[in-house]
């Protein structure tokens, strides 16, 4: 068998319980593929901030650029919102993504035929909802010159900068090209060209971008995307955008699904794949057992495709969530009558079971 190594970083929160509950259907999946996974723990986020003082330890990092892939649970909590901005929790995020060159976030959102009613859309309206969500990662506002706080004739403020190169959203326009190609081949570029010039090269190199790739390129505003898919989730395949942007209109996605408790992410670039969960921390719920696994069960799905190449084993964690979800089985975050409350440990070994 060939050996692969997975960092895992469990992070805050429940981030301990879905990692832990992600691993053996990793390693049952993967070793159906002829995988051997050895897995090395490491911290970021609050954990390594009690213990080193700072959100992402250097030997985090080490270990993450030597890895074949990163499982990561959580981040965050109000035990450390009085902590210096530079260290916050959040920062770990951030500064991984960069380490490892982490440009394109990866966001499936797929309505589970057996959870539409979970969803706040009539069932007619979201029913077959199959979107991807390709958010740029590494640019934009949230890498851009900023101030905390300045002083200008007496009156203090605070500034972001969004700022975009050629090549920055080139290559993250390519990523969504290929993505459509092995989908339904639509792509719909979101910016705010009619009000910021960033937005107005944005749309500019991802037409050219599309075109050199043989695609056709569809144009929304955020704001008008963020209608549409309200109005008509249906309408959308894959969808191409910037940090800011893809960060909202990621989440609102997820709200269409009925739990974000059930959505992965994969971040990639050119090196080492990092996947998550796209919910926070949920410290309110930490240690009880009742963590809605899911999220990150299928982020290990999306591990073995995008970065160890086992496509049958994804597929097949990929089909036994949804043959549990179709059972009637729910963690307490989808819970109603009728159904079978099951805590974290028995939502695993079921879908273990079944991928067994």
Sequence with gaps: MTTKRIVVIPGDGIGPEITAAAR????AAANKSGL?????????????????????PQETLVAAKAADAVLLGAVGGPKWDGVAPEIRPEKALLGIRKALGLYANLRPVKVSAALTAYSPLKPEI????????????TGGMYFGPKCESETIEGTERAWDTEVYSVPEVARIVRVACRAAKGRRGKITSVDKANVLASSRLWRRVATATAREEGLDIGHLYVDNCAMQLVLSPKSFDVVVTGNLFGDILSDEAAVITGSIGLLPSASLGDGTGLYEPIHGSAPDIAGQGIANPVGTILSAAMLLRHSLGAEEAAAAIEQAVEAVLAAGHRTADLYRPGMTKVSTEEMTKLILKKLQ
């Design 126 to 137: 979201v029913t077959g909802t199959d979107i991807l969500i390709v958010r740029e990662l």
């Design 36 to 56: 051997d996974l050895e897995f090395v723990t490491c911290l970021a986020g609050g954990a390594a901030i009690d213990k080193y003082g700072e959100p992402l």
């Design 24 to 27: 053996p259907i990793l390693t």
